[in-house]
């Protein structure tokens, strides 16, 4: 990226221009992103919806199959429309409004806008429907877009939210009072179901004022990095414009970018294994009591908008659905494959404009100082983060710091439960007293129960590493590039092959698009040269002379090449495996081996045996309860080999010999 970006906090004029109650009860007209000639309440939607034809139609074929008279199947439709419908109401709006201005500067955040693209983008709405497609980093992605419309003044958007926060007490409603619809996790076995929603979606996008929002990764990323997407909701939503009922639609990527992210810790435990607790009205007050402290900025970057119209202008739309009512109108199978390639625009485009905050920075120091086992002096701390910032500007990367000082600073505080200085003003990893799982988390865990001693360090680390992650897709093109040169001089072509063998190996790991592969490697050795980690030597690819870049080329790539290879070790010997023992058995590997705390992470492990599915050195056969493994010898063989030539010798010390883990924190040092 690394174009020069104008980012405005938002809730700084709260405290100088109005205050949050003036602020909230003004005179709100705001643009609508789809001007109709009369918006649809969200009463009529619902009954634009239950008497469609496609419902009709829908009832009748479902009454002929199961005998079920069409009154009690037209009655089960209008109860998941009230179940998912919307239900707008201003005054909930405005008092929603108090209470999250009220917890931001309790948590004392700001939040950062890329004004000039947003307004860019409301002076071209109006025209056709929008759909903003935000990455899924916490819960409180909600609330910050839906507030950001409210302060640009644009119609709030309609939120696909999941059941978790229906059966909230209080809070479902309200939430569905400010713009949220509710959507079921799983559709599977329940046609009615899934038509209701999918006509619902439709006659949002083609019928409603107000911008469509939905996360396109499906879930949270409790790893802070892109996930692959899911087409469901998207395919639903762009059925209109196959269908010729809207001339056009707008999408939007958007990136969030956290400074600290409330749920890192909850993240830390899930990716060992431990469930994530259930969304309950109770809980939500409780974690309130833990809001008031420091959470630093959001920054939140939209991408160029993507025209529908505009991308599909050289592909030939015309279909026999056309010859259908437009109602009736559903995707052909080249239209999904359309849809399909268009989210993976839209993630790439939403790991394009990742901000690096000096959180990513100091986590990047941090973790490079924890794989020295050398803590580092404030003095130095300064001096790294500087050296960080220009390596990620050579990347390509938008870095959001300019007084290194002041920001380090303040992120100390910001994170003053994870890192710490002490008394000599040196840089330490707070980790916490052992625990004892009791008899009950054991039972609900997913993986392998891991001692005490284990989890202190990894819980951790990984926090670190959950913020590590967002800034990999700069470094692991070319430190994958420098691994292979590593093992010995080659070829460029020999480079390359082994290059997009590994890319694709990991690409669940990092996430990235074939389409750009060719010229991202080429980049990646470009700057590898340039930047002294390799030379070309009359066409044969020598390691050069940047030590302390190839230190952290090292490192970036050892979780998930580590991971990789104990999965491959543990299915050579198994052969056949189902995926729960599977997960079990490598994270009990990566315990006895004292690997990298990462490689204990279950999210790592599965996101590894799909890369191993995905080259073919693994079969993957579906149960009703599990997923079957299946070995293809010859295919991981080959893979082993290439990983394990690449793999890093690097002794990870992540328990109490690491000098920079510290148990409780001292008292830190005035700065």
Known sequence: MNEIVQFFNILEPRNTQFGIFKFMTRLWTPKQTFILDRPCTSNELKEIVANSAYITSFIEAESARSGVPKSKLLKEVKSYLEEMGLDKKMHVIRWMGIVFLKISFMMKIGIFVNEPAILQMKEDMGKNPILFLPTHRSYADFCVLTYLCY???IELPAVAAGMDFYSMAVVGQ???????????????????YAATLTQYVRTLVAKHHAPIEFFIEGTRSRSNKSLLPKYGMLSMSLVP?????????????????????????????????VPKPKESTGGLLKALRSLNDHFGNIYINFATPISLKETLRNENLVTSELLKPVSLQQLTLKQLAHTQHIAHEVVALQQYNTVTTITN??????????????????EEILREVEWMIQVLKDLGASVHVKDVKNNVDRILTVHHKLVTLDRERRLRLITGDPMEVTSDV??????????ADTMIGAVAVIQVQIYVNPVLHHFVPPALAYLIVKRGPTDIDKLASDYHQLRKLLKREFYHIDRTEKDTFNKALEYCLRCNVLVNNGGMITVGDAKKLHFVLDWVTLPALTTTLLCQEVMIEKKRCKNKELLKLVQKRAEERARHPYCLSLEATANCLQGLVLVGALLCHKTDKDVLYELVPEV????????????????????????????????????
């Open 174 to 192: 309200r939430m569905r009072e400010t713009g949220a619809f509710y959507i079921r996790r799983t559709i599977a076995g329940a046609p009615l």
């Open 241 to 273: 414009f196959f269908a010729g009922e809207v001339s056009d639609i707008t999408i939007v990527p958007v990136n969030f970018s956290y400074e600290r992210i409330m749920e890192q810790t909850l993240f830390a435990y899930e990716h060992i294994g």
């Open 151 to 153: 302060h640009y003044d």
């Open 442 to 451: 054991k039972r609900k865990m997913k993986g392998h129960v891991l001692k």
């Open 636 to 671: 991981m063989e080959k893979c082993r080999r290439l990983v394990s030539s690449v793999l890093p010798v690097m002794q990870v010390c992540c328990g109490s010999d690491n000098l920079v883990f510290i148990r409780h924190a001292p008292v830190a040092c005035r700065l």
């Open 361 to 378: 920075l100091l986590s990047l120091v941090l973790m490079n100082s924890i794989m020295k086992n050398e803590p580092l002096y404030y």
